[in-house]
Each structure stands twice: as C-alpha cells, then as structure tokens.
C-alpha cells in the first residue's frame, strides 16, 4: 500500500477521532504520578509488589524483545503467509502480554514505590516511571489500539518502517529502565 492508499484510508475511518481521544486520555491520566503526590493505601506488602513488579517487567521486557527482534525480521524478510501469522501472533502478545503488564508492571511499582516515599522521594523511580510514560506514548498505547483495531491484518508490511522506529525506542527506553532499577541501591545509598 503507498502513502496515498494509506492516508486516503486513515481519512476515510470514521472512529479516528474516538481513538485519538482515548490515546490522549491514557496518556493523561497515566501522566497524573508524575505531576501529583497520589496517596495509594497499602494493599499488598512489598515483597508481593516487587514480585508482581519484576516477574510483570520480565514478561514485558521478552516480549519487547521478541516482537523488535523476531517479528519484525520475518514480516521483513518472509513469504506474505508468514508474515500474516507474524502479525497475527504479534496482535495476540500485544493484547495478551503487553496492555496487561503494561498497566500491571507500572502499577505495581507506583504502589511499592508508596512504602518509599513515592516518586517524589526517589528520583531513579520517577526517571523510571516517566520513561515508561514516554515509551507508552510512542510505542505500547499506539501498538495496543493498532493492534486491537487490526484493520491491516491481511497486510503484514503494513507499518513496519514506523513500528520498528517506535520499537526501538521501546527498547532504548526499556534499557535505561533497566538501568535505573539496577543503580537504585547506588542512587540511595549516596
């Protein structure tokens, strides 16, 4: 499909502008740690939150890996039917895999980051947060609705050049939240 096809075709949806507003509502209301003090009671303690938080990161961190690296190489590289299934398969770890660790990884750390002192008080974790806030904007939350739409599923060259750009920014942001979690002892005891 060339450029023309593609933005005659994005005119024509009827429901960009729904969607436009829910990425911006996302986006929003995800924002809010950032700028407020929000005051979460405890609900669970905080070796249940890390485990959620880092088994949830783990999943979140394989499956951005698989999809840059595996996916994208046989969408690129492979017959029209392989890259369909690619796709496809991708559509299924995107809304299996990546919207719930998406809310589940963050939202468990914002809530064991509350025994802390917040995000205020830990200047690794709001770096962390607010990576994730923009690897969200530029990757997850355009990826989940693409993907959940699934309006190009029979084309699986169909926004790859984009998606891969997006996906490697995921990685590069995946990578210095890494590196935050990883220097937070250092970050703390200094």
């Not at 407020?36 to 609900?43: G, I, M, R």
């Not at 880092?54 to 690129?76: D, K, P």
């Not at 830990?122 to 904007?137: I, K, R, S, T, V």
Request: aromatic letters at 16%; hydrophobic letters at 55%; one cysteine or more.
């Amino acid at each position: 499909m060339n450029s023309t096809d593609a933005m005659a075709q994005t005119d024509a949806d009827p429901w960009r502008f729904f969607w436009y507003g829910v990425y911006v509502f996302v986006m929003g209301v995800s924002a809010m740690p950032l700028v407020f003090d929000l005051q979460v009671p405890p609900v669970l303690d905080r070796v249940t939150l890390l485990v959620i938080h880092e088994f949830g990161g783990f999943l979140f961190v394989g499956h951005t890996l698989f999809s840059n690296i595996w996916a994208m190489r046989i969408r690129m590289t492979q017959p029209e039917a392989a890259g369909i299934w690619a796709r496809g398969f991708l559509r299924k770890l995107a809304l299996s895999v990546t919207f719930p660790m998406s809310i589940v990884t963050p939202g468990a750390g914002l809530l064991l980051m509350a025994y802390y002192g917040g995000l205020a008080e830990n200047p690794w974790a709001w770096d962390a947060y607010f990576a994730f806030w923009l690897m969200a904007g530029v990757s997850i939350v355009p990826d989940i609705i693409r993907y959940g739409r699934n309006r190009n599923a029979a084309d699986p060259r169909h926004g790859i050049w984009s998606g891969a750009i997006r996906g490697n920014f995921g990685t590069v942001m995946v990578i210095y939240i890494l590196w935050c979690m990883i220097t937070k002892g250092a970050l703390i005891a200094g």
